[in-house]
């Protein structure tokens, strides 16, 4: 079984700049999540879905990042007019619906702004 | 929203010592205690959890516990090996919304 598909790896920016990560779940897990992974911090919920519906978005900084999953499946993370501040990995998890199902995470998109 | 606080962030064993990891959390409404295991330049991944309704699960060397009236819960991990050298990270899901909260990490280091 394929596990979360993450692309691209690695991202270098200049400030201002945007980016587009993209993420493809385990067949079947109807729940997406993204994590914003800071250096040497755990990951924090930025958005998450179940199907193609936003679950919870309140930690996602709405004036720069946006997060679609238009058909339940696949989904894109972008991030407009990157800042430092934002550099971090960018971390997919998938997982069946409901509480206490394991979250599968991908390799993460690795982002530096400069 | 749920804080969860991993208490120790670097933990030094020997090999064939036991390691114990501890972690709190704020939300009482929160019922699902995972934890998940990084290694050097990897993702996370699963490696054990505990539910609400025990107190204690074990999984070969891996024991959980929790407290929930101390809203406490730890993993302990006996008889290291240095493949167990990784970050370990603790997290809390609240039962009315499934969000998984983490906590900063742990990392362990197994010494030969």
């Known amino acids: 079984e394929a596990g979360v598909t993450q692309s691209p790896r690695y991202a270098v920016l200049q400030e201002g700049q945007a980016v587009s990560f993209w993420c493809d779940p385990i067949s079947g897990h109807d729940t997406l999540y993204w994590y914003q992974q800071p250096r040497d911090q755990g990951p924090q919920l930025l958005v998450y879905f179940r199907d193609e519906a936003v679950i919870d978005n309140s930690q996602l900084p709405s004036d720069r990042f946006s997060a679609v999953r238009p058909k339940g499946t696949n989904s894109t993370l972008k991030i407009q007019s990157a800042k430092q501040g934002d550099t971090a990995t960018y971390l997919c998890a998938s997982s069946l619906t409901g509480v206490g199902n394991t979250l599968y995470f991908g390799e993460g998109s690795r982002l530096i702004v400069v | 929203g749920e804080k969860v606080e991993q208490h120790q962030s670097t933990l030094s064993v020997r090999e064939g010592d036991s390691a114990v990891i501890n972690c709190t959390y704020t939300?009482?409404?929160?019922?699902?205690f995972p934890w998940y295991k990084q290694e050097a330049g990897k993702s996370l991944h699963f490696v054990i959890d505990?539910?609400?309704?025990?107190d204690r699960k074990q999984s070969q060397r891996l024991t959980v516990l929790l407290d929930k009236k101390a809203k406490r819960f730890s993993l302990h991990i006996t008889a290291t090996q240095p493949e167990d050298s990784a970050i370990y990270f603790c997290a809390a899901s609240n039962t009315n919304t499934g969000k998984l909260t983490f906590g900063d990490g742990t990392v362990l280091t197994v010494k030969p």
């Open positions: 939300d009482t409404a929160s019922s699902y």
């Open positions: 505990i539910r609400s309704n025990v």
